[in-house]
């Protein structure tokens, strides 16, 4: 039982380099999302996704872009990676938008820009 | 001005000890749901509990329970007999109305639990 699975683990990199984080669930959930931690601000979303081909922007979406070609994968880019995204990305699923329905985590992806 | 405010940033509790950790919320939908998750040193996050603005019944789930004053705006969690595995980051979330389901997150309180 998989869940949420994020790739890769770690990277390190580059100002200016990019790169991509892939987040796959087998949970069959509609509602997917990227966050990033970084440390005394909790967690805030970057993007969402609330079905297969759809994206929207959340709390902090500048430098970042998603896609979600397929409604098992959600995907994040870092086009041109600056200093300041050096955090703990973090992906979420859920089967339900409503009151309920926990969000679903992934491991996280620690990334350290230079 | 913050969603979730979380005013404790560390605590510390004897083991087998009850701990409250507190967390206060700002909203003005009548409908709304309070989550915490747990964050051990691996990182991960660990859904505990959830109460949702209707429910009249404090949640509950084994240890923990969700103290839920409304009218305070508050949804401090209640961990009883602390274990050592409880030592970690615990975050307070909301959920509302029309937000796709997204979590707003406040910045979590650190709990170590002292043998």
């Known amino acids: 039982n998989a869940g949420v699975t994020q790739t890769p683990k770690f990277r390190v990199l580059k100002t200016g380099q990019s790169m991509t984080l892939l987040c796959a669930q087998d949970?069959?959930?509609?509602?997917m999302y990227w966050y990033r931690q970084d440390p005394g601000m909790g967690l805030r979303l970057i993007h969402y996704?609330?079905?297969?081909?759809?994206?929207a922007k959340g709390e902090v979406p500048d430098g970042y872009n998603v896609s979600r070609l397929k409604k098992q994968n959600f995907l994040l880019g870092l086009e041109s990676a600056a200093p300041s995204q050096t955090s703990v990305y973090f992906c979420a699923s859920s089967w339900d938008a409503g009151r309920t329905g926990e969000l679903f985590f992934g491991e996280g992806s620690r990334l350290t820009v230079l | 001005a913050q969603k979730i405010t979380q005013t404790q940033p560390g605590m510390f509790v004897q083991e087998k000890e009850a701990v409250t950790l507190d967390c206060t919320y700002d909203t003005s939908d009548p409908s709304y749901g309070l989550f915490w998750y747990k964050q051990p040193s691996s990182g991960e996050m660990i859904f505990l509990i959830y109460?949702?603005?209707?429910?009249?019944q404090n949640a509950t789930e084994g240890r923990y329970s969700l103290n839920f004053q409304k009218a305070r705006k508050s949804a401090n969690l209640v961990i009883s007999a602390s274990q050592l595995g409880d030592s970690a980051m615990y975050f307070c979330?909301?959920?509302?109305?029309?937000?796709?389901?997204?979590?707003?997150f406040g910045k979590g309180t650190k709990l170590s639990v002292k043998p």
């Open positions: 996704s609330v079905g297969e081909g759809t994206t």
């Open positions: 979330a909301m959920r509302e109305r029309g937000s796709q389901g997204n979590l707003i």
């Open positions: 109460q949702g603005s209707y429910d009249q």
């Open positions: 949970m069959n959930h509609e509602y």
